[in-house]
């Protein structure tokens, strides 16, 4: 049996997409799959499988020698299990930069897209088999899609991120601004989540100027709920970043509907790294980033010491 999976900390497309392409492999391809994941869904991801009536797929912990295993929405090493080189790697699906490190045992298909969603490339992998794809294939796709590129405000939509979704939705008898509502009120709900399960919830590991950073990025319709956990994020940065054999942790509060980010700035380092990438002028212990949506493109590639 085909595992597919995706990153650590399992977003909404690091959810669905496995399912998507499990169903692939199972129905169209006839090669026996199954989606799995690497630590327990976002409460978005959570929603997105219980609106369409998705099982969670099984969480495993590592893969085992000689399992076959197709990478969805990652390939980057540091986010993959630690015994991948043990495997057997037959495909790589994703919309990120080229992280490299992954050998494989024979040559593989890899499909990287400069797409805003793993699911939009899913689509078109698919093709006209898409026909075959039940409602929660399609449903999973559809809320891939408007998670990543919050409902089109992201930087990282393309136009056919867009035309994707709008087909899916007429497909599926969607209302996509009703239905994205719903997705953000799901992913804005954090009140059972610790702290340090906040800081890790959406993040990425990131080497700056010789320092390990985990820049985490949680996108909500209610920013204050989190800005009112402020001192209590920021008390539990250093707990996160030793635990987890970082330096630092970077936490950006993305507010979907004013389209900008709160960067907390719990020290110097994170002062500096601040007024350095964003040309921001820090006076306290949060600093208002008008317009920055996206890590992939305004976050990571600016960050600088």
């Known amino acids: 049996m085909i595992k597919v999976f995706g990153h650590t900390s399992p977003d909404t497309d690091s959810t669905g997409s496995p399912i998507i392409w499990a169903w692939y492999l199972t129905e169209v391809?006839?090669?026996?799959?199954?989606?799995?994941?690497?630590?327990?869904?976002?409460?978005?991801?959570?929603?997105?499988?219980?609106?369409?009536?998705?099982?969670?797929?099984?969480?495993?912990?590592d893969v085992a020698a000689g399992d076959q295993c197709v990478i969805v929405d990652t390939n980057?090493?540091?986010?993959?299990?630690?015994?991948?080189?043990?495997?057997?790697?037959?495909?790589?699906?994703?919309?990120?930069?080229?992280?490299?490190?992954?050998?494989?045992?024979?040559?593989?298909?890899?499909?990287?897209?400069?797409?805003?969603?793993?699911?939009?490339?899913?689509?078109?992998?698919i093709g006209e088999d898409m026909v075959r794809a039940p409602e929660g294939v399609k449903?999973?796709?559809?809320?891939?899609?408007?998670?990543?590129?919050?409902?089109?405000?992201?930087?990282?939509?393309?136009?056919?991120?867009?035309?994707?979704?709008?087909k899916l939705a007429a497909d599926l008898g969607v209302n996509i601004t009703d239905f994205a509502a719903e997705m953000f009120a799901a992913k804005s709900d954090v009140s059972a989540f610790s702290d340090e399960a906040l800081l890790r919830m959406d993040s990425k590991e990131y080497e700056l100027g010789g320092k390990q950073l985990r820049v985490s990025v949680l996108e909500t319709t209610a920013p204050q709920v989190l800005l009112d956990r402020k001192a209590s994020l920021m008390g539990a940065m250093p707990r996160v970043a030793?635990?987890?054999?970082?330096?630092?942790?970077?936490?950006?509060?993305?507010?979907?509907?004013?389209?900008?980010?709160?960067?907390?700035?719990?020290?110097?380092?994170?002062?500096?790294?601040?007024e350095r990438s964003f040309g921001a002028t820090?006076?306290?212990?949060?600093?208002?980033?008008?317009?920055?949506m996206s890590r992939k493109k305004q976050i990571i590639p600016v960050l600088a010491v």
């Open 29 to 61: 391809r006839k090669t026996p799959a199954e989606p799995v994941l690497q630590g327990e869904p976002n409460t978005e991801a959570a929603w997105m499988l219980s609106r369409w009536n998705l099982p969670k797929p099984q969480i495993i912990a």
């Open 76 to 125: 980057n090493p540091a986010e993959l299990p630690a015994s991948l080189a043990e495997a057997d790697v037959i495909e790589i699906i994703d919309h990120h930069l080229l992280a490299g490190g992954i050998k494989t045992r024979s040559p593989i298909n890899i499909t990287i897209r400069p797409l805003a969603c793993t699911a939009t490339i899913m689509h078109d992998l």
């Open 139 to 166: 449903g999973a796709m559809l809320t891939c899609i408007l998670s990543d590129t919050l409902e089109f405000r992201s930087p990282t939509t393309t136009v056919h991120d867009r035309a994707v979704a709008e």
């Open 242 to 274: 030793a635990d987890d054999g970082a330096d630092e942790v970077l936490l950006f509060v993305v507010d979907i509907l004013r389209e900008e980010a709160t960067l907390l700035v719990p020290n110097d380092f994170v002062k500096t790294v601040a």
């Open 282 to 292: 820090v006076t306290g212990d949060t600093v208002v980033l008008p317009g920055v």
